[in-house]
């Protein structure tokens, strides 16, 4: 049998599609870091809280409503993404003159805050969250046995990350945000509410880390502390493509978790640090990040 | 308000004044654990619950000894360990710090504490090497080792058939000296070892460990790891097919709060080693009632070792008469132990406490019937077949 840099093709292939999948969490959670920093110039260090509290409701309304996945998949977004605005209304909206260093440290607390009454509540050994029926089982694709729930996540997560992306880039209303980052002043002089439209965006961001979350809640443990494990990782991998840069987070996203993926099979004990060593090379070789512009 | 906090110091002081008359020994025990991280919910505050049942059952108050508990978080690193346990010794006064999950931390406080005035009670990691290599005159292993859960999991996987083995190992000292008790048992026993993954601790994705698990071809994928890492393997291990495929998991190390994480539908058939479990006396039910009712879980092996070594140690220091570590380590050595939860024992030479373990297996969700009804006894492994021979571990103490 021939073999590709001393691995079996066989496992190369399934570690570079678990790669992936771990990608597409990056890359959603990335992207609305990005979306967040882009137009409120706000560092949310509150996204990865925000993602376990997508888990945690998803499991509420599963223990105390009855209600299962695909409705969770729809109402715990709304529900967090709405717990998003008041937050950005009550106090992140005060930061905004100040310097980015305030928003990271509410934030930050406010992360805190969240996981400790988390824990506090349930522990941290996490709470049992099934996959939907629908999903389990799944494929022999030859090299590897795909789980169907794993492959929803690529499927899902590259969805919402290409619908992001066209309707900022491409729509209307995309070119009013792009337009309120650069002018407010000017674009609010044509008649449209920025700061409306600014804790809208907030909580469409928070929306997107919660649904990441409900992604993850039948495959990870559902504990207080499974968004601060993961947020370090998709700092670096926001910083890799670029602050603020939508398309450069997701490309990241998705390009991180296939480096990671070749990581495990190569040296594994690296795996947890190749992402920051990449950060590392790119602030050094060109600081904007890939896909940056230089401010 | 300078007052008050005026008034509240004298009133203090006044206390502190009269108990110094009344009572002859104080001694101040600090429960170093893991109170945020992924080993919170085995040890951290529980820990902390049952010293303060230990002192309370022992009637430290009416026997003229003062026990005061203190607690902290040692976020699973050795240094934050180090750092808490210097302050405590140099500064504090602390005379016995139980507990310190974590392997890494555990070692880094049981250097410490050789040269100090003070006792360690570890009750939460699980290396043997702190009864072999680096074992100190001063540190009690109570709890459970890596070399006795190789023997009864390990054992009792390769009996079954499981002759080849994969680890899917956590980076740092605990994990590899699990493996490298488990492998000695699995090899000594007819079996080979085929591969070894080491995965950063904590870590969340295992599916791509598991997989080159998988492709190894071995019988059994041995989980050198433990609470949260050990539940995501788990989970993962089921959804990726891995354990109907017709290998087998060896959990080397489940507490029983990891089951009820898991949920019995994932976690039933498991064979696991513990030195406790809630269920097994009128002893052992009796007390962790009584637990429950203050920490609102069943204690888990690890809370009970906590409890049950701070109860010898208090013996020791009544006996002893006085709180010097060299005297007390004396006495804790020289008397028997008997407690309800781990029954009579005995404290070895090299600091190792030996009492029976017990191969458990998880309950499928049919045959449990409620919650914590989780294991069911499959073998009592005696004291004295339990943990490695004090001639093997290598300990200077003994030499």
Known sequence: MFELLGIPPQALFGQLLLGLINGSFYAILSLGLAVIFGLLNIINFAHGAQYMLGAFVAWMLLNYLGIGYWWALLIVPIVVGAFGIVLERLMIARLYHLDHLYGLLLTFGLA??????????????????????????????????????????????????????????????????RAATENPTLVGAFGINVPRMITLTYGFGVALAAFAGVLAAPVYSVNPNMGADLIIVVFAVVVIGGMGSILGSIVTGFGLGLVEGLTKVFYPEASSVVIFVIMAIVLLVKPAGLFGRAA | MTKTGFLLASLAASLMATSALAQDITVKIGVLNDRSGIYADLSGEGSVIAARMAAEDFGAAEKGIKVEIVSADHQNKP????????????????????????????LAVNEIIKDANALFI?????????????????????????????????????QQGGDSWFFLTADYAFGHALERDTAAVVEAAGGKVVGTVRHPFPGTDFSSFLLQAQASGAKVIGLANAGGDTINSIKQAAEFGITQAGQALAGLLIFITDVHALGLQTAQGLVLTESFYWDLNDGTREWSARFEAADGDKPTMVQAGVYAGVLHYLKAVEAAGTNEADAVIAKMKEMPTDDPLFGKGEIRADGRKVHDMYLFRVKSPEQSSGAWDYYETLATIPADKAFRPMADGNCPLVK
Not at chain 1, 115 to 143: D, E, K, T, V, W
Not at chain 1, 167 to 175: D, F, P
């Open chain 1, 112 to 177: 805190l805050i969240i996981q400790g009454l988390l824990r506090n509540q349930y522990g941290i050994s996490g709470l049992p969250y099934s996959i939907p029926p629908q999903l389990a089982g799944g494929q022999n694709l030859g090299f590897m046995f795909l789980p169907n729930y794993r492959g929803w996540v690529v499927v899902a997560s590259l969805a919402v990350c290409v619908a992001t992306w066209f309707v900022i880039e491409k729509t209307r209303l995309g070119a009013y945000l």
């Open chain 2, 79 to 106: 240094d934050v360990a180090s750092t808490i346990a210097r302050q405590w010794l140099d500064q504090d006064g602390v005379n016995a710090i139980v507990d310190v999950p974590t392997s890494s931390a555990a």
């Open chain 2, 122 to 158: 570890n009750s939460g990691a699980a290396s043997s090497d702190l009864t072999g290599p680096a074992c100190s005159p001063h540190t009690v292993h109570w709890t459970y080792d890596t070399w006795a859960l190789a023997n009864g999991t390990g054992s009792a996987m390769v």
